[in-house]
């Protein structure tokens, strides 16, 4: 046999759903492009919305890139030597300079989505010292919203130049198989909680050709009798990532505006904003709201510390400037915020008065409908968010973040100048540099954690020393 005859072949089948709002643009040149939004999800030709293949393929190269540490040497033929290259470069194919490149194993179909429904989404940019909206800056695009389904296929073919590397090979196969399982973020804006897709129900077929059998299972399309379904328990958490979980309640109400609802055949000004698919719509805090929220606050602190704002820069992320030709991606991430329970709408009426008389201004009385909280207990909020490549001094800048949310002092949404917005948080959990730390109460933990927090803490203030 030669090196390029088939050994084995794995088939990867399940059913992907969007756990989040999903945008991947089709690009200003998009036929039939409306010049009222700013960007349009990608549709094939019969107007349904999917995910490209080529995104897929680049969302699990990355994660590959990034998760999977293994190498494996490959001879150089010419001169007899080896070069290290990750195992991740072997299946998804790479370029190195020493062996030259290496054909990509897998073929990673488009997914067409299903009961799809695409919807509009408004962003403004914040100016974080006056706390106002900047001028020009307001943006609208279109999501396809989250609870679409399609149908996931991935062909892996493994070739005789592949026979040194099958166990490691087929170990980043089943990895990748559990992190499909648990999710994977891809399209854009992942970084404010866009774009993650799961699939609970994905399998692994593994075909191996010395076998007669199961190439006739193969040809005929039928399952093999070597199967992997993924495994949530064995999704491992990346030690340079800083994650970050709490769990609190609304202090009192929340408002995030989403305006022009028909309420019950009433005249409303705004209502909470909900996402999801119709009849299963979620009060949400969008990504947008949280990363902005916490981008202006870590920006405050910086401030208040006296540290050089711009070192958020590589943290929080960077528009490309065409003059400078830099610019950096975000490795701080957020999720959506789906609040399903312990919350309830009430309306709320609020009239305008005249400063000079005491009176009320005519035409001035406008109703909305927030959210409030129905106890005083239950953590019904959930705020994730993680650093990826987290230094420590990023990680003590985190902790000031965790301590402000679960304090009461970041509000969300609309309104906080009258109280809306707060969010206490009743336990934090956080995972980094390979250690676990679960706080009930800020500020109430055990000793060693304490120990450790502080120099995260120490770290990151040390920045502001002397200035």
Known sequence: MNEASVIQKIKIEGTVELMSPLIIGAGDGAVGASVEVDSQVVKDKAERPFIPGTSLAGALRHWAWNTTNSTVALKDELDEDFDEVGISSILFGDFNSKIGSTQSAIIINDIVLEDANIVFREGVAIDSVVNVGIDGHKYDFEVVERGATGKLHIEITLRRVHENYLSEL????????????????????????????????????????????????????????????????????????????????????????????????????????????????????????????????????????????????????????????????????????????????????????????????????????????????????????????????????????????????????????????RIIGESVNIRYDGQEFNIKSFGENNEDDSELLNLYLEEFASLGEGV
Request: overall charge positive; proline content about 2%.
């Open 170 to 421: 087929e170990q980043l196969i089943k990895t990748l198989v559990d992190q499909l399982k648990a999710g994977i973020r891809l399209g854009g804006s992942t970084t404010k909680g866009f774009g993650k897709i799961a699939s609970s129900d994905i399998t692994a077929y593994f075909y191996d050709f010395s076998k007669f059998e199961e190439v006739k299972q193969w040809l005929c399309n039928k399952p093999s009798s070597n199967q992997y379904e993924g495994s949530l328990s064995n999704v491992s958490f990346a030690t340079n990532t800083f994650y970050a979980d709490i769990e609190g309640r609304i202090d009192s109400s929340l408002i995030i505006r989403d305006y022009g609802i028909d309420f019950k055949g009433e005249k409303i000004n705004a209502v909470q904003f909900k996402s999801g698919k119709n009849g299963h719509l979620l009060p949400t805090i969008p990504g947008t709201t949280v990363k902005g929220v916490l981008r202006k606050q870590a920006e405050y602190i910086c401030r208040r510390l006296g540290i050089d704002e711009s070192k958020l820069d590589p943290l929080m992320g960077i528009d490309l400037d065409f003059r400078t030709k830099q610019g950096a991606k975000s490795r701080f991430i957020v999720d959506e915020v789906y609040i399903s329970e312990g919350v309830k709408e009430v309306k709320q009426s609020r009239i305008r008065v005249d400063r000079f008389t005491g009176g009320v201004i005519d035409s001035a009385l406008f109703t909305n409908i927030p959210l409030w909280q129905e106890k005083e207990s239950g953590n019904n909020v959930k705020i994730h968010f993680e650093i990826e490549r987290c230094q420590e001094w990023e990680a003590g800048l985190a902790l000031c973040l965790i301590k402000d949310i679960c304090t009461g002092r970041i509000p969300f949404g609309g309104e906080k100048s009258i109280g809306k917005g």
